[in-house]
């Protein structure tokens, strides 16, 4: 018989104890997603207690949501059911960490800015450049499959996340993969968490190959006055000798929001601004020597692209570029009441795709803006000043014409943020995805009842 209520937390507290389990109301609705608020809230503070809430909610037949800072709950569609947050910040140490060796064993509660910072104290950083990152745990960014900034030179977190440790639907604590390259054996069922959102297990403890500091970084940013040159800029080094570590593309609306001035207006719009111009970052990193390789060169391809203006910014301001950057997806998130971030992949983007989907907002008088990372995914950003009904019928509109574009384009698009009000209307995953048979299959073989956040992913798993 299921458990709900006040009686799920006075159950729960037989099972990790009464100081880590909260059903009151207030709280609850801060782990609420999209509107739906779980019936309590369980904070276990190690792997074993992990094991006995699943076994827990896998009895009683609840829906469990795993989650960490909470960052990046709104990511997917509302759970079908949710009487259950587990909370697993409680999790935050390093098991294990071997600079020499370039290995790392740590819990998924931890903090990435916590993580970060005892990397650095080695001269080591582990590349998830993400949104929220200061905010984040290392396991939500995971479970998210959130794309990292440094994606273009360092790849993504399935090129150096080497193992996980997690408990499955069954309640079973599982290992997969290991702490270091050679001792990773057998099906990389790790890798099937990323991008999971919690849909398969509760994460509790993660493997990575780290990665040295750079002795130094550098930063040119080149405006353009069209999509044409910028994309024409970006071109001409693909096919050049340079590596960038980073390569953004971000229109004028875009790129006015990370000049702007902060709230105190204590500082003044940075010199690499160019109003109304399309803007390309391009970062990159090395000894003094490759800087200054990497300077001359990017002079060039921007003079011979016909650069409106570009400028080499200085380390500090290169360091500062490398973090905000990251934070895009979370400033077109607070943007306005009802920002819209669509996510594209299609290959390749030339400047026709652009101006067509610009016009999708155009057309309904939104707002809107593009960013792109030259190894991942277009985000098409609307932005409409209001939140109300003719806004959100505009909306459900773009998002048919995105999904049409992207079909025809062979490639995939979603949601990745909109409002909750947007969420009743449409499916954020767009159309059916043609292996959904498969992922259905191994939605099972991981949670066979279907307690880990049931509805929240592609196809309604």
Known sequence: ??????????????????????????????????????GAIAKPSCAAEIVELVRFAKTEGLGVVPCGHRTKLGIGMPPARYDLAIDASGLNQIAYYDPGDLTLSVDAGMSLAQLDAV??????????????????TVGGTIAAGADSALRFSYGSARDFLLGAEFVNGEGTFTKSGGRVVKNVTGYDLHKLLIGSLGTLAVITRLNFRTFPCAPGYGCMVAAFLSVDAVIRFQSMISKSPLAPSTFHILASEAAQSLATPN???????????????????????????????????????????????????????????????????????????????????????????????????????????????????????????????DTFIAITGIAGEVCQFAAAHGGQSSILYCPMELKRRLNVWGSAAKDSLLMRRVKTAFDPQNIFAPGRFVANI
């Open 263 to 389: 709230e105190e207006g204590d500082a003044a719009t940075p010199e690499w601004f160019e109003p109304g111009a399309w803007h390309a970052f391009v970062g990159f990193e090395g000894t003094a020597e490759i800087l200054a390789r990497y300077s001359r060169d990017l002079t060039d391809y921007a003079e011979q692209s016909r650069a409106g203006k570009y400028v080499l910014v200085d380390e500090t301001s290169a360091k500062f570029l490398r973090a905000g950057l990251p934070e895009m997806v979370r400033n077109f998130c607070e943007s306005t009441p009802a920002a819209t971030i669509f996510k594209i992949s299609t290959l390749p983007v030339i400047p026709a795709d652009i101006l067509r989907l610009r016009a999708f907002a155009e057309n309904r008088s939104i707002p809107c803006t593009f960013a792109a990372n030259a190894a991942g995914p277009l985000y098409f950003v609307v932005q409409p000043a209001t939140a109300d009904e």
């Open 1 to 38: 018989m299921n458990v709900t209520g006040a009686n799920l937390a006075v159950r729960l507290e037989a099972v990790v104890g009464a100081a880590q389990v909260d059903g009151e109301r207030d709280s609850c609705e801060k782990y609420a997603v999209d509107g739906v608020v779980p």
């Open 119 to 136: 990397l650095r104290g080695q001269n080591q950083f582990l590349p998830l450049a993400v949104p929220f990152f200061e905010d984040c």
